[in-house]
């Protein structure tokens, strides 16, 4: 019963930004770590940017130095600053959590995927 929604996504021009956020909602024990990943037409899909419930973080190479991950815990959310935005960051977005969900009375572990949101950045 544990989804994750994400919102923020749109239409940029190239240099702009946008804020993708990522919502977890459900019974849930607890959430290990949050990201996002990005899939291009054609190609595989990669990790953008990664947070541990401790506050590590990840970045691909592509996005180092422009976006920014972070995630509050009491909210279950996540989210993915964007800064000067390129046509090579045109991706579907997806969020990921690898958490702990409660079912009755007992927890189920695995890894969970939202259904993702488009970004697309014109030259």
């Known amino acids: 019963q544990v989804q994750l929604v994400e919102s923020g996504g749109g239409l940029v021009q190239a240099g702009g930004s946008l804020r993708l956020s990522c919502a977890a909602s459900?019974?849930?024990?607890?959430?290990?770590?949050m990201g996002w990943y990005r899939q291009a037409p054609g190609k595989q899909r990669e990790l953008v940017a990664a947070?541990?419930?401790?506050?590590?973080?990840n970045y691909a190479d592509s996005g180092k130095g422009r976006f920014t991950i972070s995630r509050d815990g009491a909210k279950n959310t996540v989210s993915l600053q964007m800064n000067s935005l390129k046509p090579e960051d045109t991706a579907v977005y997806y969020c990921?959590?690898?958490?702990?969900?409660?079912?009755?009375?007992?927890?189920?572990?695995?890894?969970?995927w939202g259904q993702g949101t488009q970004v697309t950045v014109s030259s």
């Open positions: 459900g019974s849930i024990f607890s959430i290990n770590a």
């Open positions: 990921n959590a690898g958490l702990q969900e409660r079912r009755g009375v007992t927890v189920v572990a695995g890894p969970l």
């Open positions: 947070i541990t419930s401790g506050g590590s973080t």
